[in-house]
């Protein structure tokens, strides 16, 4: 008696999963699936009549494009031939699978030579070679639900796999079926010569992301798309205030929407730099709360323009690799993101297939998924990484090398460009070899560019603001220093000429304010002012 229950309650549940499988794919159980067995006879048929019938098709129908078994088989046969440069007929398609052993299994000679019967020409058989290819999309389509619902209803299943599996599936169908064509010479260097017209014009010398940093944008001509970068430094030295502050620039600046993935530092924290950075008041009076009047008219004034800008930040912990790619393939459909920053990938994850590996194979199996994130959603990708102790240890003036990265050589293998962030004012070496102060000077170390020269990019950090701005820029240290844009102050952003990766110049209209300590106003008359 228990065992009929038992039996009863499967049979229930089977019928509880075929019930939501057709309520969820609007289908009855027995349809047949998508298919164009007709049209898949012409098509063979055609490509036994002419000899270039098969080029045209080649590209476009896979043998499991064929909805049945038989016809796949004879296609296979015909990419054989193909690929030995042979002719193409009933003959040598006869023979060919005389020779695999599947003649009998495809109808025999007789079913072949009967397809040369179904169609006159090659006239149509591109149209046709598509209409097969679709229907070949839909049963994909069909599959790919019916694992999703398999899966979903296995308690076993981690629901975040699922979905980058189920996302997976759904790009290579996508990708395997989108096929690029080829290209004549004319209109290449029709293309070449309106890059070239374009490149003319942009006297910025910016062709990808502009940073917003002109002596690095000089050095890499902006991020480019499909690249990688690694941004490496010992904690310290001002990663995220790096990428922050980039960040900024390209949102605000230049309207380039940027992802920021933080593992280490929550959201919030993040937006309190950003905060900081804009309005140009001290982080720790920001946190404590005491802000002077004129500071609390500042900080209305600019955090406003931050608030628009497109910036998306996401601080999930533990970030693996594949929840990474599908928050990234969401975020470049939805809003058409120009760039992604990871901070920080030693604190990602490979997910579940690297379980038992070592952290050093761990480490290569991310490095290179966000080189294949680059390239499948072809934006710059900047990875903020770690470097090993042996900087400390080493003496002289601790500028960090290549050798320094940590875990993995395949991050320097990856990556397009690996640069370091130095501040030797970290290590109290308070003048350079000529002499010169090192106060507030900061460089990008760029050890390895794949399209580039290898340079060490000046930058200045304001250590208070947690801020990196172009070399020449103000000095925020400098007791004679005036604030550009002062609170209560009107003003206009216009860009410079030279492309939008020009400088941006704000024109301050009028002065309100002075500043508690000082007996002159903040400036006098209207001015213009590089921002």
Same mark, same amino acid.
């Given at each position: ?29 027995? $349809? ?11 098509? *063979? ?16 129908? $896979? ?9 796949? $088989? ?13 002719? &193409? ?15 009998? !299994? ?8 009967? *397809? ?40 076993? %299943? ?14 290579? &169908? ?49 991020? @480019? ?18 990428? !922050? ?45 005491? !802000? ?5 008219? @500042? ?19 533990? *970030? ?13 459909? @939805? ?50 990484? @770690?470097? %090993? ?18 875990? %993995? ?72 220093? $005036? ?49």
């Amino acid at each position: 008696m228990q065992e009929q229950d038992n039996r009863q309650k499967r049979r229930d549940r089977i019928q509880g999963i075929r019930d939501a499988m057709n309520q969820t794919m609007g289908v009855e159980l027995g $349809k047949l699936p998508p298919q164009a067995v007709d049209l898949e006879e012409a098509v *063979l048929g055609a490509m036994m009549l002419e000899q270039t019938a098969l080029n045209t098709v080649i590209d476009i129908l $896979k043998p499991e494009s064929f909805y049945k078994d038989a016809h796949a $088989k004879i296609y296979s046969a015909m990419m054989v031939l193909f690929t030995k440069g042979e002719p &193409v007929d009933i003959l040598t398609v006869t023979h060919t699978l005389r020779k695999e052993g599947t003649l009998e !299994l495809v109808g025999g000679p007789i079913y072949i030579s009967q *397809l040369t019967n179904r169609i006159a020409s090659a006239a149509n058989i591109e149209v046709h070679a598509r209409i097969i290819a679709q229907k070949f999309i839909q049963r994909e389509l069909i599959r790919i639900s019916n694992d999703i619902i398999r899966d979903a209803y296995e308690e076993s %299943s981690d629901v975040f796999d699922l979905l980058d599996k189920a996302e997976n599936n759904l790009f290579q &169908v996508a990708e395997g079926n989108i096929r690029k064509n080829y290209d004549k010479m004319s209109s290449l260097i029709k293309l070449a010569l309106d890059q070239i017209e374009a490149a003319r014009e942009n006297t910025s010398g910016v062709s990808g992301v502009p940073t917003g940093f002109n002596a690095l944008d000089r050095v890499t001509s902006g991020w @480019q798309n499909s690249d990688m970068i690694v941004l490496a430094a010992r904690p310290g030295m001002g990663k995220t205030a790096f990428v !922050l502050s980039m960040a900024r620039n390209m949102a605000v600046e230049f309207g380039r929407g940027v992802a920021i993935f933080s593992l280490e530092m929550s959201s919030v924290q993040l937006v309190q730099r950003l905060i900081s950075s804009e309005t140009e008041i001290d982080a720790e009076k920001l946190r404590k709360g005491n !802000l002077e009047e004129h500071e609390v008219h @500042q900080l209305n004034q600019r955090v406003a323009r931050l608030s628009e800008a497109p910036i998306y930040i996401d601080d999930t912990p533990a *970030l693996s690799v594949f929840e990474l790619r599908a928050k990234c393939r969401r975020l470049k459909a @939805q809003f058409g993101i120009s760039m992604i920053i990871i901070d920080y990938l030693q604190l990602m994850t490979a997910g579940g297939d690297n379980k038992g590996g070592n952290r050093e194979q761990e480490i290569s199996t991310i490095s290179r998924s966000i080189k294949q994130i680059a390239k499948e959603l072809d934006v710059p990708v900047i990875a903020l990484s @770690q470097l %090993s102790r042996q900087v400390e240890t080493r003496g002289g003036d601790k500028r960090p090398l290549l050798s320094d990265l940590r875990e %993995s050589g395949a991050i320097e293998q990856d990556a397009d460009i690996v640069g370091f962030i130095y501040r030797p004012e970290y290590y109290g070496i308070d003048v350079d070899a000529d002499g010169n102060s090192n106060h507030q000077k900061a460089e990008i170390i760029i050890a390895k560019h794949r399209n580039g020269s290898l340079e060490d990019v000046p930058l200045r950090f304001i250590g208070k603001l947690a801020k990196f701005t172009n070399w020449d820029g103000f000095d925020f240290d400098n007791p004679g220093y $005036k604030t550009p844009i002062q609170a209560n102050t009107a003003f206009t952003s216009t860009p410079a000429t030279g492309g939008q990766a020009g400088a941006t110049t704000i024109t301050v209209a009028s002065k309100i304010n002075t500043m508690p300590d000082d007996d002159e106003p903040f400036g006098l008359g209207s001015d213009s002012v590089p921002f």
